[in-house]
């Protein structure tokens, strides 16, 4: 199964370990956005990949290239363009204080790029599914009707179409809310991927499901995700990440999925010291892609999906460098934490 990703790839710049910005006068610089994580973990898994995004020509872009083939991902409909290169800060928080990121992305490649810039026939040749997310359509206009364009191009081609709804209130700044975006293009998608304030602020689906309170009522997100489907016919499944954050390096982490019949919620893992929680979405969304494409049922691909999430947020960067070995032993209990000899 041939998956191909939609978006923005971006600079990674971050202050080091757990410092403030500029407490030391460096940053650490990698790449990393939401697509490009799920390409980089689906060709972890032994999937064929592809990422498609604009880029400026230039050596960053070089660089960015030569690390995704590095992992595998096919870069071959990548289209080279105006622009720049977009980039965003990240401080990690620690206990009570929370991470923060800052964008930098106005006038980026894909920003500026018009909904013709890419072909995506070509892109979606020989491919079986085609995944975005709802920080795409966020960037610009343009891009908002690029994603719309890109997700009834992969459904009039027979791909099975998932998003992650991904709601990022300080990218919705162009004019038009994320509802007036987001509720059209669902409407050509599959396989929905969410938390709670996604459905609210990109679907308005309202619901009192919540994660503060530290008690999780399964049954307000069984609930909540009836109405997206309700709402959406052509939707098969929607799958709701879990997060409990009990602070900004402990959090509790699970989800459910519901397909019209059967809902399902997994085990739950208790992660203490977070080394980075950056790309745990989009960790799990790979997973998920990965569990649908390759396990006979629904409960065995989000058990995947949250094991390998689980794994990434003992990993720095937002790419998930682990394979399906290692999530699958979770999945079978092997959570000590013990040397592998």
Not at 77 to 98: C, K, M, T, W
Not at 143 to 168: F, H, I
Not at 192 to 204: P, T, W, Y
Not at 236 to 265: M, P, Q
Request: net charge neutral; with cysteine.
């Amino acid at each position: 199964m041939k998956v191909v990703t939609l978006g923005e790839i971006m600079l990674r710049l971050k202050s080091p370990g757990l410092e403030r910005f500029f407490q030391s006068p460096s940053l650490e610089a990698t790449f990393g956005g939401g697509e490009a994580n799920v390409a980089v973990s689906l060709s972890n898994y032994g999937m064929d990949a592809s990422f498609v995004t604009v880029l400026p020509d230039n050596d960053i872009t070089k660089a960015c290239l030569y690390q995704l083939k590095g992992f595998g991902v096919d870069t071959s409909n990548i289209v080279i363009g105006d622009g720049r290169f977009g980039i965003y800060y990240l401080e990690s928080g620690a206990n009570q204080r929370p991470s923060k990121v800052i964008y930098d992305r106005a006038y980026s490649a894909l920003a500026i790029a018009s909904s013709d810039a890419i072909d995506f026939k070509k892109a979606f040749d020989g491919a079986g599914w085609f995944h975005i997310t709802g920080i795409t359509p966020a960037i610009s206009e343009s891009c908002a009707e690029l994603s719309l364009k890109a997700v009834k191009a992969a459904k009039k081609m027979g791909l099975t179409v998932s998003c992650d709804l991904n709601y990022r209130k300080n990218l919705w700044k162009y004019g038009k809310e994320a509802k007036e975006v987001m509720c059209e293009l669902v409407k050509y998608v599959d396989v929905v991927i969410a938390n709670e304030e996604d459905c609210q602020k990109s679907l308005g689906i309202e619901n009192n499901a919540e994660v503060e309170s530290g008690v999780l009522d399964t049954k307000k997100y069984e609930e909540l995700a009836k109405a997206v489907m309700a709402k959406y016919p052509n939707v098969s499944k929607i799958a709701i990440t879990l997060r409990e954050s009990k602070s900004a390096t402990h959090n509790d982490w699970s989800a459910c999925i519901y397909d019209g019949k059967e809902f399902y919620v997994s085990k739950k893992y208790e992660i203490k010291n977070i080394v980075d929680r950056v790309g745990g979405g989009d960790s799990f969304g790979g997973g998920l892609i990965y569990g649908l494409n390759n396990y006979d049922n629904n409960a065995d691909a989000l058990e995947f999906a949250v094991a390998a999430s689980c794994l990434k947020h003992s990993i720095g960067g937002d790419f998930n460098r682990v394979s399906v070995k290692e999530v699958t032993a979770l999945m079978g209990g092997d959570g000590s934490g013990r040397v592998q000899r």
